[in-house]
């Protein structure tokens, strides 16, 4: 056998031959793109359930997801057990509480002002002040404006005659500043003056500092507390004003 004998034998095919010929190649390539392309789609469909079911069973997940849930301005809150960390600078501003005494202490030279007014111009903002204070209450004394960053922290407190305690914190969050982190063993989902906050309960430590925080605008709010309850912190919220 030689290519004279394949080309002077060579017919052209029925047309009848060529069309089931052609149906028979093709059948099975469509198919496997149809498989292919069912395939694909039930791997898409998947991968949200797979995030899903993660979050749900996985721990650290689950606790990452509570993270992001509860960031608030410049803070992000995970729940679990409160451990220290040591990577954190100490505040120059302290709370300071004896049996006879309560007061805010400071580490250096912190800038104060002696009311609102003189704490907006010194931080760059409208720093904000209670109209209402649970009885018993009065100001402990200066405003402290505390650089932060790129941002700026106003501080002041409020004691009553049996040495509880009650901080304002309002923190102008700078742009770029790495958010603070902390754990609390509660983290209460709260609106306040129609922001969403939290309340974060701290059973746990002797001297309380339980904390209301929300934000407005680039300002987080934080008021601390060793006594006041959740309805009482609200009120106080609701009652900021310039």
């Known amino acids: 056998m030689n290519d004279d004998f394949l080309t002077k034998f060579c017919k052209e095919p029925r047309p009848e031959f060529a069309a089931a010929l052609y149906q028979r190649i093709n059948k099975p390539m469509q198919t496997q793109t149809k498989y292919r392309t069912m395939r694909v789609a039930a791997l898409t469909l998947s991968v949200p359930a797979l995030l899903m079911v993660t979050l749900l069973v996985s721990p650290s997940a689950r606790v990452f997801a509570q993270g992001i849930l509860h960031q608030i301005g410049g803070y992000v809150f995970t729940q679990g057990t409160p451990r220290p960390d040591s990577s954190k600078a100490p505040s120059p501003i302290q709370?300071?509480?004896?049996?006879?005494?309560?007061?805010?202490?400071?580490?250096?030279f912190v800038p104060e002002a002696q009311d609102s007014s003189g704490a907006s111009k010194m931080a760059g903002f409208g720093v904000l002040t209670p109209t209402y204070l649970p009885d018993g209450y009065s100001a402990m004394g200066n405003w402290f404006v505390t650089p932060q960053g790129n941002g700026m922290v106003v501080t002041n407190g409020y004691r009553d005659s049996t040495n509880n305690f009650l901080i304002f914190n309002q923190w102008k969050y700078g742009e770029g500043d790495a958010r603070q982190t902390y754990d609390r063993e509660q983290i209460v989902d709260v609106t306040v003056r129609g922001q969403p906050g939290v309340w974060l309960p701290d059973p746990a430590s002797p001297n309380g500092k339980n904390a209301l925080v929300w934000v407005e605008g680039n300002i987080t709010y934080s008021l601390l507390t060793n006594s006041l309850s959740l309805d009482k912190m609200l009120k106080v919220a609701e009652s900021l004003r310039q």
């Not at 709370?95 to 250096?108: P, Y």
Request: net charge negative.
């Open 95 to 108: 709370i300071v509480r004896t049996h006879d005494s309560v007061s805010i202490e400071t580490t250096g």
